[in-house]
């Protein structure tokens, strides 16, 4: 085929809409690197922008050692979140509108300011916040065995796939984020634990870092948006009739069911 930054979100979307996963691309295009990686990746949002969808925020993905030795890359990158994405909380994620789904625990912000790089502080990025919440992003690769490269699955927007906030809000103020606990339980049983410094050391530091990275391609973090900032732990795979729970310290908790 014909690599070309518009083929190449075509393959991505309809590869998501059949179900269908793909080979990596940067097997058979040397020359896809990360600047092209982001062109597709804004293409796919310009096109799911076309169908009607809106943009509620970004996510950030690879933050944590968990997830870069897993995914075997250790750069973290910048998605787009849309209203497409979001799960009510207690609705059951739809497993045949998904390829391979697997779940991971995140920390959630909500924009009550703009915030825009370059130069943001992890201090500067919280005074922006209005409010930080537990979260759970099922993650869904296009391409087969969710194997990529950095290139890969910036193009592919970091595997996106649902996202869950939980409703409880609170405040950064007051709460130390590094120290805040995470106990991830599938089916009952607790596989993973980590706190909030697995994500870039600071959940706000991974924030900051959204902002500057994005900075670098003119784009502010407006007032309103979510920003899930990367699985805490390695994901777990979700199947039907799967409950899993991430379970916080002062965050609560977010459930999702597979079915
Ligand atoms: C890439 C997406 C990573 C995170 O939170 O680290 C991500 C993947 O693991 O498929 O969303
Ligand atoms: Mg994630």
């Not at 990158?77 to 209203?83: E, G, N, V």
């Not at 209005?130 to 910036?154: C, K, M």
């Amino acid at each position: 085929m014909e690599w070309t930054v518009p083929a190449a979100a075509h393959r991505l979307l309809d590869a998501e809409n059949r179900r269908e996963h793909l080979a990596r691309f940067t097997d058979d295009w040397a020359e896809l690197d990360l600047e092209l990686a982001y062109r597709i990746q804004d293409e796919t949002l310009a096109r799911r922008l076309m169908r009607g969808e809106h943009i509620v925020g970004v996510k950030l993905g690879l933050t944590s050692r968990a997830k870069q030795e897993r995914m075997g890359v250790d750069s973290p990158l910048t998605a787009w979140l849309t209203d497409a994405m979001v799960l009510g909380g207690g609705v059951p994620v739809p497993l045949d509108s998904l390829i391979h789904p697997r779940v991971e625990p995140e920390i959630v912000f909500v924009l009550g300011e703009p915030l825009a790089g370059p130069g943001v502080t992890a201090t500067r990025a919280l005074a922006a916040v209005e409010s930080v919440h537990a979260g759970i992003e099922v993650i869904d690769s296009r391409y087969t065995g969710f194997r990529f490269r950095l290139a890969d699955v910036v193009a592919d927007n970091a595997s996106s796939g649902r996202v869950v906030a939980g409703s409880l809000a609170l405040q950064p103020r007051g709460l130390d984020l590094a120290l805040e606990p995470c106990v991830l339980h599938v089916n009952g049983e607790v596989v993973h634990t980590a706190t909030g410094a697995a994500v870039q050391g600071h959940p706000a530091e991974a924030l900051a870092l959204a902002a500057n990275t994005l900075a670098s391609r003119g784009i502010t973090l407006e007032a309103g948006w979510c920003v899930y900032t990367g699985g805490l732990t390695d994901a777990v795979p979700l199947g039907a009739g799967d409950h899993i729970v991430a379970e916080f310290g002062h965050l609560g908790a977010v459930t999702v069911t597979g079915e």
